[in-house]
């Protein structure tokens, strides 16, 4: 991210000044499938929290994972689902989602929609575990339902 | 507020379930006008921040005040202005402010329109300050331009 202006714009179309849209993650370094990342706040300088936008395009999802810091999201485009532990949720504007520590937890953009979502989560955190191969399908039965 | 869910909804109109619309500060504690106050994410159990969302009635503004913690501003509704330092901005749908520490900052709603807004303070954080009557004039003076 450049330097944090004390104002900056959206441009209507989900980006902003001074934002740049970057990989959701390394490629390769976890399964996922059309998901951006955008840091809005740093979270330094007094703020000891980030605030990021994640878009998924229609279709994609974010890794399925589990982590000991908390995630707390708001929907502000778009609609899809969310797992969180053993169920999963449709999810639309505005709706919120906390995913407590060590849950299992994933995001999925509808067929035929993005979704995106403001995530707040502590400048300091923990690096997300992953499911091994053999519990994938289990884990993430409630999103085929 | 009450406990908090994974999922909660978005009622459509900018009210949440189990999330209550409070009073923005205590009657006569501080200057200011139609503003209400709902926390959609408290900042325990692993989160070291709060996020709040205020709602600015039309002609209404928040506190000019400030303090040591951070500021991270996202409008999610309508549009108004703010105050930072020693200058005012526009601000509309999405927009993002940052107010650091020890800067006066007020926000106020269009005339003729709310000004909704997410706002991420640290849990932990020093109450704010207010300015002396007599340099009300001189710090607000950008917003009337």
Same mark, same amino acid.
């Given at each position: 991210?450049?330097?944090?202006? /004390?104002?900056?714009?959206?441009?209507?179309? #989900?980006?902003?000044?001074?934002? %740049?849209? /970057? @990989?959701?993650?390394?490629?390769?370094?976890?399964? #996922?499938? %059309?998901?951006?990342?955008?840091v809005l706040f740093e979270g330094?300088?007094? +703020? &000891?929290?980030?605030?990021?936008?994640?878009?998924?395009?229609?279709?994609?999802?974010?890794?399925?994972?589990?982590?000991?810091?908390?995630?707390?999201?708001?929907?502000?485009?778009?609609?899809?689902?969310?797992?969180?532990?053993?169920?999963?949720?449709d999810i639309a504007m505005h709706?919120? +989602?906390?995913? &407590? &520590?060590?849950?299992?937890?994933? #995001?999925?953009?509808?067929?035929? %929609?993005? /979704?995106? #979502?403001?995530?707040?989560? &502590?400048?300091?955190? %923990?690096?997300?575990?992953?499911?091994?191969?053999?519990?994938?399908? @289990?884990?993430?039965?409630? /999103?085929?339902?």
């Amino acid at each position: 991210m450049k330097d944090e202006g /004390l104002v900056r714009r959206h441009s209507g179309d #989900f980006h902003w000044e001074d934002v %740049d849209v /970057l @990989a959701y993650k390394q490629e390769g370094s976890a399964p #996922f499938k %059309d998901v951006t990342r955008q840091v809005l706040f740093e979270g330094t300088g007094g +703020v &000891p929290a980030q605030l990021r936008y994640f878009e998924v395009a229609p279709g994609g999802h974010t890794t399925l994972e589990r982590h000991e810091h908390v995630h707390a999201v708001m929907v502000i485009r778009g609609h899809g689902q969310c797992l969180v532990g053993d169920k999963a949720w449709d999810i639309a504007m505005h709706d919120l +989602v906390r995913v &407590p &520590p060590m849950t299992w937890h994933q #995001f999925r953009a509808a067929s035929d %929609d993005v /979704l995106g #979502f403001l995530c707040m989560v &502590p400048s300091e955190r %923990d690096r997300p575990q992953l499911p091994a191969e053999g519990e994938i399908a @289990a884990i993430s039965r409630p /999103l085929q339902k």
